[in-house]
């Protein structure tokens, strides 16, 4: 039996972070392995709606899920896609956190992820296993950083 996902707070974030670091770097590594074209057109229109979200400042929650999900169904792994959507709801709420008050408004902070999302994509069209696995980690690590600033507010769960 799988054990139930306790609340979301600063323990669980950070087990969230630290798993899909090492989860989606390899389907990262996988895509770059085994995509195809149809799959890097998929990714690169993910990319283009995040940036369409980003020009109408919202938050992009359905459109970054959505990037992560293409990445892991080119990995051509279901465990990939299956685990991802499996901890959906953990994921958005990382999401909505990493995108809140930190100096940075909505728009530059998608400006960044886009950004860290499009070299994941250049990886993965190259076909270079590791580049894509270090970009999906190093992607995954800031979004992490970027919402230790929650911690503070953890009631320690």
């Known amino acids: 039996m799988i054990e139930e996902l306790p609340p979301f707070g600063e323990f669980s974030r950070r087990s969230c972070f630290e798993f899909r670091m090492g989860i989606e770097g390899e389907a990262a590594a996988a895509a770059a392995r085994n995509r195809t074209a149809a799959d890097l057109a998929d990714i690169a229109l993910r990319i283009e709606r995040l940036e369409q ?15 992560h999900l293409s990445v892991a169904r080119a990995s051509q792994n279901h465990y990939f896609v299956s685990v991802l959507n499996s901890l959906k ?68 769960v």
């Open 53 to 67: 979200v980003r020009e109408r400042s919202e938050l992009g929650l359905d459109e970054d899920f959505a990037f």
């Open 89 to 156: 709801g953990t994921i958005y709420e990382g999401m909505l956190l990493a995108r809140a008050a930190t100096g940075l408004n909505v728009s530059e902070k998608l400006t960044a992820i886009n950004d860290q999302h499009t070299l994941v994509y250049k990886a993965i069209v190259s076909g270079d296993e590791n580049r894509a696995r270090l970009m999906m980690r190093s992607h995954l690590l800031r979004c992490k950083k970027s919402t230790a600033h929650w911690d503070v507010f953890s009631e320690g």
